[in-house]
């Protein structure tokens, strides 16, 4: 059956977190992940850290400059994430858009730097932006509190932070942490800052791009498993809350340093290829008028696809996945017909053929049924799962 009236246009992707606009051409979203965070430094600044240096302002002022300094905090996020798709930019790399989410942020490239050289510059920037807040801010704040307040703190820290403004007090805030921020990234464990310069200096040295991610990531998980170790003694120590923080970013990173290396592995491989080497081509169409009940005994129980383009009139109505078949009571199947089912195009993830295949792995992770449908003159054409690229990447490995 040939759907040949689907139209012209294929749906955007989609992209988990809020959309809160564009900046140089680049899309910004928020995960929902940064409302936890967010909450959070509001929370420990408004009720304990500004009552401790201020005594004497009221609980309005104190959640007023903590909300402003939960926000500017989120802003010097954005410059480090925007400092490292700048310059991607400027070296003529894609930036896809900038998240940000709980641990901080995050630049996705559409296409990856070509030498050891761009990747160094896009990693190294992020942090020299963090510092330079930091910096700025302290001595902006300097201009504030006059040349005897190192003095005056070192005398008496309690009587030194009192007589502070409001501003000031944000500023002395703000600084230290993006210091502890850069300093943070440069760790060297991949995926940070940090650990993409020594995969640069790695890349420049072997001239491999898969060893150096090997190494940085290895080097990743190591420092993951000393997070953890550290964080395992403070416990032992009785410092529950630093140590189970500390144990929380260790597997974060340990996780993120495989998850990375294994998504390099991956796109190297793919390096070269397309989309049409790797899509299932033996798929078959639904028709919306078919009911539930004789679908599902004529095809569904005989065939191990596990979703199906639905034609209405031989136009591409939507998808229906077994999950939306499941459903339906089965007393209910033989009276509903699939088009009453059917998610809409709106729901479902087009690509074009031709797609890079160092592209494929990022559609299918933003696909909500690890799928898409694939497309060639505006017919549907193929199928791809992440098991058409599991079984494509064992049949070639190392081809």
């Not at 191990?304 to 199947?333: F, H, K, Y």
């Not at 690229?389 to 190392?398: D, E, P």
């Amino acid at each position: 059956m040939d759907p040949s009236a689907q139209g012209n246009a294929l749906p955007p992707r989609r992209s988990g977190g809020l959309s809160i606009g564009r900046l140089f051409g680049i899309e910004v979203r928020l995960h929902f992940s940064v409302l936890l965070i967010f909450g959070l430094i509001a929370y420990s600044l408004a009720s304990s850290t500004f009552p401790g240096w201020h005594p004497d302002w009221s609980p309005g002022l104190n959640w007023g400059v903590a909300l402003a300094a939960a926000v500017m905090f989120f802003v010097s996020l954005l410059a480090h994430e925007f400092a490292h798709s700048l310059v991607a930019k400027w070296k003529g790399l894609k930036i896809d858009r900038i998240t940000l989410f709980l641990f901080g942020g995050m630049a996705e490239l559409k296409t990856q730097p070509k030498t050891a050289g761009v990747e160094f510059l896009v990693a190294i920037v992020g942090p020299l932006m963090s510092g330079v807040i930091g910096l700025g801010s302290i001595l902006i704040a300097a201009a504030f509190v006059g040349p005897n307040f190192v003095e005056n703190l070192q005398a008496d820290p309690e009587a030194a932070m009192k007589g502070l403004g409001a501003l000031p007090t944000l500023l002395l805030w703000l600084g230290p942490i993006n210091l502890v921020l850069a300093v943070f990234n440069m760790i060297p464990g991949f995926p940070l800052d940090g650990g993409r310069v020594l995969r640069a200096i790695l890349w420049a040295i072997s001239g491999s791009l898969s060893r150096a991610t090997r190494w940085a990531s290895v080097t990743g998980q190591v420092i993951a498993f000393g997070f953890m170790a550290i964080g395992g003694l403070q416990i032992v120590g009785g410092a529950w809350i630093n140590g189970l923080w500390l144990i929380f970013i260790g597997w974060f990173l340990f996780s993120a340093a495989k998850a990375a290396y294994s998504e390099t592995v991956v796109r190297t491989s793919l390096q070269g290829h397309n989309l049409s080497e790797l899509m299932d081509t033996g798929f078959e169409f639904a028709d919306a008028t078919d009911d539930v009940e004789k679908f599902t005994r004529e095809r569904v129980l005989h065939r191990s696809q596990s979703v199906w383009p639905v034609l209405n009139n031989g136009a591409l109505a939507g998808i229906v996945s077994v999950d939306d078949i499941a459903e339906v009571p089965p007393e209910a199947r033989a009276l509903v017909q699939l088009g009453q089912i059917t998610r809409p195009l709106a729901a479902v993830d087009f690509v074009d053929s031709n797609l890079p295949g160092t592209e494929i792995m990022k559609r299918l992770a933003a696909s909500d049924y690890g799928l898409v449908l694939v497309m060639q003159d505006h017919r549907v054409v193929g199928l791809l799962r992440q098991a058409d690229v599991i079984r494509w990447l064992t049949l070639n490995a190392g081809a």
